[in-house]
Nanobody
Framework: VQLQASGGGLVQPGGSLRLSCSASGSIFSFNMAWYRQEPGKQREWLATHYSNGISYHTASVKGRFTISRDNTKNTVYLQMNNLKPEDTAVYYC?????????WGKGTQVTVSS
């Protein structure tokens, strides 16, 4: 499956963005996740939406970011609210199933006044 993330951009602190990740095929059986990576740092896991409907978020974004999916559109979303300058990074989506991971190209999010 091929993944394409979109929706990034420049936003002021306290603002919101919704990232989308469109898949080339059905994501019904995939666990979908969002990660981010700052320059010179390791990729950080943010959230996973499992195929059974359960989702988890890392503590640093819990309450601000929400992962969701629309299987009819083969798309997973990351709603990001109350953005902070430290949220600036390249955001990636990933799909996993049967021990195989697929990654899309990232989308840049910059939080700055």
């Amino acid at each position: 499956v091929q993944l394409q993330a979109s929706g990034g951009g420049l936003v002021q602190p306290g603002g919101s963005l919704r990232l989308s990740c469109s898949a080339s095929g059905s994501i019904f059986s995939f666990n979908m996740a969002w990660y981010r990576q700052e320059p010179g740092k390791q990729r950080e896991w943010l959230a996973t939406h499992y195929s059974n409907g359960i989702s988890y978020h890392t503590a640093s974004v819990k309450g601000r970011f929400t992962i969701s999916r629309d299987n009819t559109k083969n798309t997973v979303y990351l709603q990001m609210n109350n953005l902070k300058p430290e949220d600036t990074a390249v955001y990636y989506c990933a799909a996993s199933s049967g021990g195989v991971d697929y990654w899309g190209k990232g989308t840049q999010v910059t939080v700055s006044s």
